[in-house]
């Protein structure tokens, strides 16, 4: 099995930034893209940045110049830097893996965080 744990979240101020991290462990050949969503209360998920292992980042339009996204491949670990924080923002993040569980796999599988609470209040 893998786990994915994030760390990072909280309560900050509006125009204040937090930096949300992941850390993938477990039974992991290779992870091949890695990311971010988040849920509001009462609203969909939905994806805020993907960082495949060969490719482009995707970022959704609402988080655009403001959130930057890094991974350390070695460390099985995903970064979400936040910056200019908005009410907005406010949501449940998660963290993701699509995961190729040994060398013999033909197929990925997708690993889910806990998720982690960021409050961007006054």
């Known amino acids: 099995q893998v786990q994915l744990v994030e760390s990072g979240g909280g309560l900050v101020q509006p125009g204040g930034s937090l930096r949300l991290s992941c850390a993938a462990s477990?039974?992991?050949?290779?992870?091949?893209?890695m990311g971010w969503y988040r849920q509001a209360q009462g609203k969909q998920r939905e994806l805020v940045a993907s960082?495949?292992?060969?490719?482009?980042?995707n970022y959704a339009d609402s988080v655009k110049g403001r959130f930057t996204v890094s991974r350390d491949v070695d460390k099985k670990t995903i970064y979400l830097q936040m910056n200019s924080l908005k009410p907005e923002d406010t949501a449940a993040y998660y963290c993701?893996?699509?995961?190729?569980?040994?060398?013999?796999?033909?197929?990925?599988?997708?690993?889910w965080g806990q998720g982690t609470q960021v409050t961007v209040s006054s």
């Open positions: 960082m495949p292992l060969l490719g482009i980042t």
């Open positions: 477990g039974s992991i050949f290779r992870i091949w893209t």
């Open positions: 993701y893996a699509q995961v190729q569980t040994s060398f013999l796999s033909k197929l990925n599988t997708d690993f």
